[in-house]
């Protein structure tokens, strides 16, 4: 995490761009899901969180905020910068203004593979398994108050 800085953008931001790119890359490329089917139809009204290390996007979340509640969503980390602890500080920086404008929880519908992470981020499990993108899921929740 050395260098990384971490920021909120909107989608006018350079960097938007290449968030969807990372985004791309990361968690639709690999299911051979074609560029393009990672955005949102609220990608403007979503808050979207970077990491860059020398002005390269090396992680991002989305947030869809819903009221008091809302739903983090895109998680991606670059390949060469994972287990750096980017994910946990993503996550970190998000909760922490969630909490400052108010909102009472947060819900991310993860990956099989990514639930031992959001766990110890104190996320806890709700529901049966689904399938999303072709891939097995849980809805996860995490009490902000």
Request: proline fraction near 6%; charged fraction near 30%; charge should be negative.
């Amino acid at each position: 995490m050395h260098g990384n800085e971490f920021k909120f953008i909107t989608t006018d931001d350079p960097a938007y761009e290449a968030e969807r790119t990372l985004r791309a890359k990361v968690l639709r490329e690999p299911l051979g899901l074609p560029a393009g089917c990672e955005i949102f139809p609220f990608e403007d009204e979503a808050w979207h969180l970077i990491a860059t290390n020398s002005d390269e996007v090396v992680g991002c979340l989305m947030f869809k905020p819903e009221n008091t509640t809302g739903r983090m969503l895109q998680m991606a980390i670059s390949p060469y910068h994972q287990k750096e602890g980017i994910g946990s500080k993503l996550v970190e920086l998000l909760e922490k203004r969630l909490r400052t404008e108010g909102f009472c929880d947060v819900y991310l519908h993860a990956r099989d593979y990514a639930v031992p992470f959001y766990e110890r981020l104190g996320y806890t499990i709700e529901g049966e398994p689904f399938t999303e993108v072709g891939l097995r899921h849980r809805l996860m929740r995490k009490l902000l108050t």
